[in-house]
């Protein structure tokens, strides 16, 4: 690998472009980080580099899915922390504008990991395409007329608005824009504008004039700058725009969709945890329960989609009571994802909380705004955005009853015990929920499942047929 240069000049950072195969170094632009407001510089963003004209196949259009595969598992063999000198400046860096501390930083770069092998990747592009070869090539069918026609999932062109909670995303976003042969141009988010670059200049080390990496560019823009997305998000440049992020970043990327210029959305979402009465078989039951439970409250300090922020309880008041009680013991320690101190609860919870304890016993609070966390049992939903490590526990008189708390916005439900999902996964799904999973389980998965209700990387291709009929 080439010798690091991208040390901090003064107090502003330096974050390089990547622009299809080539690394692009400057100081033309100025911006500040999202949560701590530290000042980077970046080159000036040129438009043209990023375009790949229609009239020409993308670079990986004809490559084959095999080959793409290949250059990725050699990839992820690179992706280690311990050796690669790009991730650890990425990682040094990411600290200075993070909000998570060094230890979970460093996990989330393991995480891809698992998902990067040959037999995960085989496994989900089977589990999405059925066969690969609709991604390298027209493949014919005959319907039941006689009729024939050949289809092709076709190489699109996509522009990537990143998540910023998790350097991980970066990783797999790249892997995904691979498997289906884009031309991507990546908006690197301002809380982590290092990552994407580094996992680029890795694979440019193994390969620098493969077709893949020349399909790929990573810069950033200040998020609603219309002076720069009333260029990139127009259908004569790009198919489909693939955004991640808060209510704000999606309303703004759902104003430039229209005819030829699709949003794919990975929406804000809130998850939630439903435990049944037979957590109170026994106080060592009620224990594990609650370490699950807090589990899935803390992952990235609740900094994340999957993250429960509201739990319905099946009992009565003094047994959910004893059950908030432990699990704001659970909420204060450290985890692979989660700090036994995190950010203090917003001055928003902070206000809405000190009215609720004038309204006990309906209402009761366990824990400070000391970052160690936080729990509010009360009748029904609060009527604020539980994060910061805080939750909202709600006593239930059944599992069904809790159900009716599920809306579009939910994306992961933990259900204790786990047969019981059964009982309830038709009506989560009535109401808009996407994911089921054991409680305790939230940040795991199984390979190949679809993603906030759709398989992406169907999504991400244009599907086209040549029909004789």
Not at 136 to 163: C, K, Q, Y
Not at 235 to 258: C, P, T
Not at 436 to 456: E, T
């Amino acid at each position: 690998m080439t010798t690091i240069t991208s040390a901090p000049t003064g107090s502003k950072i330096r974050v390089p472009h990547f622009v299809r195969g080539e690394l692009v170094w400057g100081d033309g632009s100025e911006y500040l980080s999202r949560d701590f407001g530290v000042p980077f510089v970046t080159p000036k963003l040129e438009f043209e580099g990023l375009f790949a004209p229609r009239s020409e196949p993308g670079p990986a259009f004809d490559v084959p899915v095999s080959e793409i595969i290949d250059f990725l598992v050699e990839t992820a063999a690179h992706l280690t922390l311990e050796k690669n000198e790009y991730l650890q400046e990425s990682l040094e860096m990411t600290l200075q504008v993070s909000a998570l501390p060094r230890r979970i930083i460093e996990n989330t770069f393991a995480r891809p990991g698992q998902f990067l092998t040959r037999e995960a990747i085989e496994y989900r592009l089977e589990r999405t395409f059925g066969s690969v070869d609709v991604l390298d090539g027209w493949v014919e069918h005959t319907d039941p007329n006689g009729s024939v026609s050949r289809i092709r999932a076709f190489p699109p062109r996509l522009v990537h608005m990143l998540a910023g909670n998790s350097p991980s995303a970066a990783m797999t976003s790249i892997a995904d824009a691979a498997l289906v042969k884009a031309v991507n141009v990546f908006k690197m988010p301002s809380a982590d504008p290092f990552t994407t670059v580094a996992v680029l200049r890795t694979m440019a080390d193994i390969a620098p004039d493969h077709p893949v990496l020349k399909s790929m560019s990573a810069v950033y823009w200040r998020g609603g700058d219309e002076k720069v997305e009333g260029v990139l998000y127009r259908s004569q440049y790009f198919d489909k725009l693939v955004a991640w992020g808060g209510g704000a970043a999606i309303e703004n990327a759902a104003r430039y969709a229209g005819p030829g210029f699709q949003l794919i959305s990975f929406d804000p979402k809130v998850s939630m945890s439903m435990i049944g009465r037979e957590a109170f078989e026994s106080e060592e039951t009620l224990r594990e329960v609650a370490e699950s439970a807090a589990a899935d409250v803390t992952i990235f300090n609740q900094d994340a989609c999957l993250a429960a922020r509201h739990i319905c309880v099946e009992g009565d008041i003094d047994r959910v009571d004893r059950f908030c009680e432990l699990l704001h013991e659970r909420l204060g320690v450290d985890r692979a994802f989660a700090s036994a101190v995190g950010p203090r609860p917003s001055v928003e919870i902070r206000e809405a909380v000190e009215g609720m304890r004038f309204l006990e016993p309906d209402y009761r609070i366990w824990g400070t705004f000391d970052g160690r966390g936080l729990v509010v049992r009360s009748p029904e939903m609060v009527d604020f955005h539980p994060t910061g490590k805080t939750v909202n526990v709600i006593p239930v008189t059944s599992m069904r009853d809790a159900t009716q708390f599920a809306t579009v916005a939910t994306q992961t439900v933990g259900v204790y015990p786990a047969h019981r999902k059964a009982e309830v996964r038709d009506l989560l799904a009535t109401a808009g929920v996407q994911r089921i999973v054991k409680l305790g389980s939230a940040m795991k998965g199984s390979m190949g499942s679809p993603h906030d209700g759709m398989y992406p990387l169907h999504r991400f291709v244009n599907w086209v047929v040549d029909d004789d009929a």
